[in-house]
């Protein structure tokens, strides 16, 4: 049994290795969060988190805060949620710090989902001798890194559809408006989507109509920023605009920005707008089905270009593209305890709809949570 040697102490040593990791939450991409703790003597003698790709890893971090407070780590029990790495990369290998340091146990979350990877950390582990018991909160832990752990393995980011809605599920009225449908909590919360994003989609009517930053605002930003191993959270914005007709004064296209901005156009753009927008922002030629971007093609381009994790904030066509195509993996909807009613209301999911039950989707792993006056639905949608 995987956790036949976990002893009673180890799940929380490892709930505090959890807290540390989310530290991390928007500045790891396209690396996923880890914490990690090291402990002598039945004390925590050392304590890391992974803080941004390219810095050291959990592990390194938390043997370097032993011995900066004089603990040397030797002898004891590193614990870490996700099985350290056992190849070079950006960084070397945890597996040769920690054995190198000594360690004699380590107590393991989840497995490195990586298919070339999976499993090669323990067992470089075990030959050098060292204890390890793994699995130990693998579900807490694997669901950390949801984005990262669905990006390595299908190469296309984790894509969540988001909007906000009045009880009868419509996102505007008739006339297009639409602020402010949801209240400060559930736009605070959409704020913290934003922020553990790598990017944001919307469409070119959302463009046209309300002229948005697409930008990552939050209070946790300046705090983090203080951290000099940190990094300001630098959000891509996508737009879906086939025949190229963005602004050249949106702001998404002329703020201080600029480079993190895609438009994606489609060959029906004209030549002159493709080249004004390309002086700007970066342009992307997609292929299209039915006079749309191929949204497939996008996101195995999006993947390549290590964007784990993708926000959609588009109008009910982009929201029905995504889900009704089977390209989301989740859904987060904050009801409003309005009614708008009207059949020309604007729709939080439109396009062409399920023709037949059967056809509906299907959401699992439902959460309730009350924000404010609102409601919000997180949920995972199920595969047809």
Known sequence: ????QMKPADVGYLRLAL??????????????MVGAVLVKGGKVVGRGWHRRAGGPHAEIEALRDARQRGNNPKGGTMYV?????????RTPPCTEAIIGAGIRRVVAGAVDPNPR???RGYAALKRAGIAVTHGVLDG???????AFNHWIVQRTPLVTVKAGMTLDGKIATASGESRWITGEAARNYGMKLRQGSDAILVGINTVLKDDPS?????AGSARRNRNPMARVHRLRRIVLDARGRTPLDARVVSDENPELTTIVVSRAASR?????LAKKVKVLIAPARAGKIDLRWLLKRLGAEEV???LVEGGGEVNASFLLQGLAQRVVFFYAPKILGGRDSRKGVAGAGARHLGEALTLSEVKWRKLGPDLMLTARVEKR
């Open 1 to 4: 049994m995987k956790n036949q």
């Open 140 to 146: 807490e832990c694997g669901q950390l890194n949801e």
């Open 117 to 119: 990877h999976c499993g």
């Open 272 to 276: 002159s707008r493709v080249a004004a």
């Open 308 to 310: 784990t994790s993708l």
């Open 214 to 218: 697409l930008t990552y605002r939050g």
């Open 81 to 89: 949620t996700l099985e350290p790495c056992s190849t070079h990369g």
């Open 19 to 32: 807290r540390l990791a989310r530290r991390g939450y928007g500045t790891t991409s396209p690396n996923p």
